[in-house]
């Protein structure tokens, strides 16, 4: 069973600082992995998927990483400002339709 | 605009009654899912559907039953069976494909029920 793990559960910085949010996950023979942003009340919104065959993608001020092998993402943000303020959450994916799992997020603070 | 649409946004019930959440997409996706959100804790999978006329069961499907009669719908519907159904519900769809795929999330559905 696919189990994730985002470090840390809540981070908060000034504006301006360069961040980054990490997440394990036990299992690594997964298809891809989708970094997501959730907004109090609101659902969720994708930032980045990784294939399993990548390294790394880039959105802007944000680049995520993957180390399939080690079980491991980073997601990096440049320039912090006080909208990238929100719950992250990593979900890798493992074959079959189902099985995407979800770690429980880390909450982001930007402080103006 | 194409999208996932949930409705309503709240949702207030007295225990004992069922309760149908509305799950709507016009991204022609053909795979779509229902999660449900706790504090504290990662999304869990409810039910999950591949094709129309066609569902599975996800981590936590007792006290939840689904129907897919089209490709752009799939409604929930929280029983009286279900024993703690007060919390957040998120509707997701994706393209379906097992070479790739993204999921997409619709605004959520907040259930209390007292």
């Known amino acids: 069973k696919q189990e994730v793990t985002q470090i840390p559960a809540a981070l908060s910085v000034p504006e301006g600082e360069n961040l980054v949010l990490n997440c394990s996950f036990t299992d690594s023979a997964i298809y891809n992995l989708q970094w997501f942003r959730q907004d109090p009340g609101k659902g969720l919104t994708s930032l980045l998927l990784?294939?399993?065959?990548?390294r790394e993608q880039t959105s802007g001020r944000l680049n995520a990483s993957l180390d399939k092998s080690s079980g491991r993402s980073t997601l990096y943000i440049a320039a912090s400002q006080p909208g990238d303020s929100a719950t992250y959450l990593c979900a890798p994916s493992n074959p079959g339709y189902q099985k995407v799992t979800f770690g429980t997020g880390t909450k982001l603070q930007v402080i103006p | 605009d194409g999208g996932i649409t949930q409705s309503p946004k709240y949702l207030f019930r007295k225990e004992g009654q069922n309760v149908t959440l509305s799950c709507e997409q016009n991204?022609?996706?053909?795979?779509m899912y229902w999660y449900r959100q706790d504090p504290g804790q990662g999304l869990r999978l409810i039910y999950y559907s591949q094709i129309v006329n066609d569902f599975q069961k996800g981590d936590i499907a007792e006290g939840y039953s689904v129907s897919r009669e089209k490709k752009e719908s799939f409604p929930l519907t929280v029983t009286s069976a279900q024993k703690n159904p007060t919390a957040f519900y998120l509707c997701?769809?994706?393209?379906?494909?097992?070479?790739?795929?993204?999921?997409?999330f619709g605004p959520g559905t907040r259930l209390t029920v007292t």
């Open positions: 990784i294939q399993s065959s990548q």
């Open positions: 991204l022609n996706h053909d795979a």
């Open positions: 997701a769809s994706s393209t379906g494909t097992s070479a790739y795929y993204e999921q997409y």
